[in-house]
Every structure is written in C-alpha cells, then in structure tokens.
C-alpha cells in the first residue's frame, strides 16, 4: 500500500517536470531552439577521436533540447610563400596516398587536410591590400596538435567553443533552427542526454537567425534558486566534512512571470506546513540529498541562481556527496552519468586585489551567482544578503543567527519551521534581485552582441568579449589573428587623467563636460586598430598617416579603414537603433530587452581600450591604448 504522503509527493514530482512533448517524430519542419550552452569534446567512439559540439537549448514550447553537431573539424592557419606551396600540396597527398583514392572515410577523418586561403596577418599596415597565401589546416584535436610545429601559427590559441559559434555565427542565447528532417532523432532508451529531446545532425545543416524581430524574444527559461542549511558547531564555520546538510530550500519560476511556480524545502527530520510551499520530510542526510538530486533533475531548470552558491551551497553539497559516497547527487547537468566538476579558479582585479573563486560545470545549465553578479556591477558597503536586500528594496529579511540554527533544528517541528521559512526567504530573494536589476535580460543580451556563452560573461571577464568580437570581424573582412606569445614582460600604458573634485558646497550651478562615447570616438577618428598600425612614418603626415601624441603611427582611413574603428561605428550605431526601439516599444518585455542590448552595446564599445592594453590578453596592442 502506498501512503497519502507519498502519493501526494508522487503527484507533486509530476508537476516538477516539463509539459509534454508537443513535436511529431516525422517533422519536417525545422525546429526554433535558443542556445544556452555550448560543448565542444572529443568524442572516441569510433576507434579513433573525432571533434563534436553539443549545443543545449530550449524552444518556444519549454522544450530542452540537446544537438550533437558533428563533421565539424577543429582549425588553424599558417603562412607561406607561395614557393612552397607545390611542397606541402605534394607532402599532403603523399599522407593519404593516391590522392586519397580507396581510402574509407573513417581512414580520412582521422588525417589532417590542407587547403590554400588568402588574407592578411591583422598586425600592422604593409601599404597593400593585396592578399598573402596561407594555409588552414583542419582536422582532428589529436592531428592538429602534432602539426603545431610548422612555424608562426594563426588562430591556434583561440577557445574551441568560442572559434566554433563565429565559424558557424551562433551567438550566446540566439536563436537556431534544428533541421531534425535532416538529422537523427535520438530515441529515448540511446539518449546520452536528460534533455526531452536529443537530435544529432551535420553541422552544415544548422540554421542560425539574426536576434532581431521575431528573434528577438528569449524562451521560457525555468530560473531555480535555492538556499542551504547546515547543522555546524558552535563558534565553528560549517566544515563540509563533519557538518550535515539539514535543509535546502528552492524557488522555480519562469522567465517574464513575476511569481515562482515551485516552492519547497526539503528538511532533514519533521517539520510543520508552511502555507503556500511544499515542505519534503526526509529520515536522514543522504534521503535529503539524493531526493533534492532528483528534483533538479525532474525540473530540469536553465538556469541555477542563488547567493553564494559558487563559492559555497554547490561546492558544499559537492563534498558532502562525496563524504557519505553518494555519486549520484553530483550529477546535476543535462548529460547523464556525468558528475559536475568543481575547481578552483585565481582571479584578480584592480578595484578586489586577487582572490580565488570556484567554478562549477553543470553542463546545459548556467549558474548565475548573485553575489558575484552584484559584487561586479555595483559598489556598496556591504555585500551581505540582508544588507543589499535593504539596498534595493528597503527592506529587509527575518535574521536567523548562525548560532542559534542548531537549537531551531534540535528542537520541535514549529521550531524546524521557522528555520524553513527563513531557509526559503533566503531562496526567493535572490530571484527578486535578477528581476529588480534586469540581470537574466541584460547577460542574455550581452552574450547576443558579444557571441559567447552566458557563463563565458559570467567567469571570463572582458577579454574574451572583445575576442570573439574580433574573430568574427576578421573572419568576415579575411584577417588572421596570430598566436602572440605572452611573457608579460611589465610594459604597460598610462591610463586616462582622472582630476579629482573640488569637493565641497556650491550654491551656483556647475557646468561638467560629458563626452558621449569618448573612448569609441577617438579610436575612430584616429583611425586606430591593429591592422592601421604602421613601423614608422611613410608618406605624408595627415594624408598618408597619423602621428598620435605617443609617437605612434596610424594610417588614415583613406589608405585603410581599421577594423576596430569599423566595429565601434556598428557598435555605436547599433546602440542608437536599440534606443529607437525602446522609446517606440509598448510591450514592457520587450522595452527590457532594448534597453538591455542598449546597455551591453555600451559597455562592449567601451571595453575595447582595455582589451588592447592588456598585456596578458590574446591580442595586446599597447600602441593603440597608450595613444
């Protein structure tokens, strides 16, 4: 016989999950999916390695969605004379033989192939638009490494995940569409994936939209954030190897709904109701965890959020999984039997000084810290949960004392409830954040005009913002971003002037100077960029170049436009388009999205001077940032 409680819980599990499949196996039609995440591996199970891409994803319906794209060959270029060409096309075919004639295709796959391009190196201005030879060598991870020995390499040192979207021209939460008619529909029982739907297809057949119009909305994305408890000693930071997990609480709800879907708490013992919330009872720690696993997985959510949960509810839960040697718990992503990897990541900063932050892979899904999120867009006194809720919304949250956890949990189940409902506080608050600050609108849209992942701008900082910005440019105007060896060798630049105020009373108005775009504007009429950099001075100056007050040299956009200054005019430009959009939407939605692209257009265009100044950075140019 089955108990009321446990059907009830039996019942509240089905609402956990996701709505029913609403696609017909047959579909010709090709599926609309935004990308959430991007995965690229190596996959070994034809006998020999073979580069694949896993994008993870969510339709307009709510369905999660797992693509396996293959035949997509990881690259690099190099350049050559145009003497050795025959050379190298000859030791080529010499390599598969007979012009690679009665050779299987899995024999092909595994060789490295060479084919002849043109363009140019992005340093420096040569007095020619004329093309130089290289040559692009693709194929697999294991070959591409053994051929790195060829001489100046371009392109080599650029992130997979991050040289596969400008390849493609998928950007972080665009939208795709999955040509399932062209592809393999996984069936249930092969799925190596926990999304409802798994389709496998060739690269080439993937089609990617602009993120403008009918693309320019965001999918129902199932937000969950949650909070944990522990049962620590007295006058002692909980310590994950002795303490247990007593309860964890959680909110779900849906992108553009104001209000959670879900509301529960799982409770280590008895507990009394709490109106509006489900509350779980489990007899012991490892009943708690494995059923709280459970339920990420049937909710299958998008995005994780909470406050402090990187550096510790995850990392927590992480080890106290493996203190009672439960595996399971730790397999909170989108691909099955896969655990989450938990590392440490040393970071530093001109406004923190270095500090070291965990990073967490739940593959398919974002974690979206608010600590972390608030600690970097804005300056406040304190950091502390109840603090910034006081900030932003004048308020603030019951206070349970650490101290006095163990003597709530001790207690009866009245005093377990009181615990839970300061646990859930704690859970429901950093969702009201997200939605007070725009936060989810604001990434989404900066991952859009940067091109990278959601966690790329949530771990990687600016650098790689501007990176794939550039990838794309160069991609499109034929330019080759070389491997720069980085030695840090202490040159810097001397950054802008900052005056400090006259601080004090005035009782007459104070005129100030406000420079729209400052930065992006002198770079443009300046014409400054890596492929208008000249050695030294040719021709004549204001004609042929420009002398900054560095002492560097500059071609004028005459004899070459630069490709930065081309890419802050687009920038600029469509910043100005999305301001129009927003003063002429009526939707509120949409007017969050506007101003949230506004916004990352803003910061992006402004981000660039550092890039170039960045001496540890892929691209450093201190000649461009010291003019």
């Known amino acids: 016989q089955v108990s009321d409680e446990a059907k009830y819980e039996a019942d509240e599990a089905c609402q956990w999950e996701r709505g029913t499949f609403p696609y017909a196996l047959g579909r010709s039609q090709p599926i609309?999916?935004?990308?959430?995440?991007v995965e690229t591996y190596v996959d070994s199970g034809k006998g020999y390695d073979r580069t694949n891409v896993k994008l993870y994803g969510i339709t307009r319906d709510g369905v999660s969605v797992c693509c396996v794209v293959t035949d997509y060959f990881p690259y690099f270029y190099f350049q050559t004379a145009q003497r050795n060409l025959s050379n190298i096309l000859a030791g080529a075919i010499r390599r598969v033989g007979a012009g690679g004639q009665n050779l299987s295709s899995e024999v092909i796959d595994i060789l490295v192939h060479l084919k002849i391009v043109r363009g140019q190196q992005l340093y420096y201005y040569r007095g020619t638009e004329e093309k130089q030879m290289f040559v692009k060598v693709s194929g697999t991870q294991l070959t591409l490494n053994k051929a790195k020995h060829v001489g100046t390499l371009f392109a080599a040192n650029i992130d997979a995940d991050v040289k596969f979207m400008a390849h493609t021209g998928i950007v972080g939460y665009g939208w795709v569409g999955v040509p399932v008619a062209k592809g393999n529909v996984v069936s249930a029982g092969r799925m190596t994936s926990r999304c409802q739907m798994e389709v496998t297809f060739n690269y080439k057949d993937l089609i990617v939209h602009s993120t403008d119009g009918e693309w320019a909305d965001i999918a129902p994305l199932r937000t969950l954030s949650f909070d944990i408890e522990c049962l620590g000693r007295r006058g002692v930071f909980p310590d994950p190897s002795n303490d247990p997990v007593i309860q964890i609480s959680n909110m779900v709800k849906l992108q553009g709904k104001s209000e959670p879907f879900i509301r529960n708490c799982f409770v280590l013992g008895t507990c009394a109701g709490v109106v509006g919330s489900h509350i779980i009872e489990c007899k012991s720690e490892t009943e708690l965890l494995e059923k709280w696993a459970d339920f990420i997985r049937r909710v299958d959510p998008d995005i994780i959020t909470g406050y402090n949960i990187l550096n510790f509810d995850l990392p927590y839960i992480m080890e106290r999984a493996k203190v009672l040697r439960l595996p399971k718990v730790a397999e909170l992503g989108r691909q099955r039997n896969r655990a989450c990897s938990v590392r440490d990541q040393s970071l530093s900063s001109k406004q923190k000084g270095s500090f070291e932050n965990k990073v967490i892979d739940i593959h398919g899904r974002v974690i979206f810290d608010v600590l972390q999120l608030?600690?970097?867009?804005?300056?406040l006194?304190?950091?502390a949960l109840n603090s910034v809720t006081y900030h932003f919304f004048s308020e603030q949250k019951e206070e349970v004392e650490h101290s006095s956890i163990p003597d709530l949990h001790n207690g009866d189940n009245q005093r377990r409830r009181r615990l839970a409902v300061y646990c859930m506080r704690d859970a429901i608050l950093p969702l009201r954040l997200l939605d007070k600050l725009m936060s989810?609108?604001?990434?989404?849209?900066?991952?859009?005009?940067?091109?990278?992942?959601?966690?790329?701008?949530?771990?990687?900082?600016?650098?790689?913002?501007?990176?794939?910005?550039?990838?794309?440019?160069?991609?499109?105007?034929?330019?080759?971003?070389?491997?720069?060896d980085v030695t840090g060798d202490g040159q810097s630049y001397e950054g802008a002037t900052v005056i400090d105020p006259l601080c004090g009373f005035y009782n007459e108005p104070i005129a100030t100077f406000n420079f729209s775009a400052f930065y992006p504007f002198i770079m443009i009429a300046h014409n400054l960029c890596y492929t208008t950099l000249m050695k030294g001075a040719v021709?004549?100056?204001?004609?042929?170049?420009?002398?900054?007050?560095?002492?560097k040299y500059f071609c004028t956009k005459e004899k070459r436009k630069g490709l930065l200054p081309l890419s802050k005019y687009d920038l600029l430009a469509a910043r100005n388009n999305a301001k129009n959009d927003l003063k002429k939407e009526n939707d509120e939605f949409k007017?969050?999205?506007?101003?949230?692209?506004?916004?990352?257009?803003?910061?992006?265009?402004?981000?660039?001077?550092?890039?170039?100044?960045?001496?540890?950075?892929?691209?450093p140019c201190l000649e461009i940032s010291s003019s």
């Open 539 to 551: 021709g004549e100056e204001g004609v042929d170049y420009t002398r900054t007050s560095s002492g």
């Open 32 to 37: 609309a999916m935004q990308v959430l995440d």
């Open 374 to 379: 608030v600690q970097r867009d804005y300056k």
């Open 591 to 619: 007017k969050m999205v506007y101003n949230g692209r506004q916004l990352a257009l803003k910061v992006l265009a402004n981000s660039v001077y550092g890039f170039t100044g960045s001496t540890v950075g892929k691209l």
């Open 440 to 484: 989810i609108v604001t990434y989404v849209e900066m991952a859009r005009v940067t091109g990278v992942p959601l966690n790329f701008l949530l771990t990687r900082g600016q650098q790689i913002k501007i990176l794939s910005m550039m990838i794309r440019r160069c991609r499109k105007e034929e330019f080759f971003l070389p491997v720069i």
């Open 381 to 383: 006194r304190s950091y």
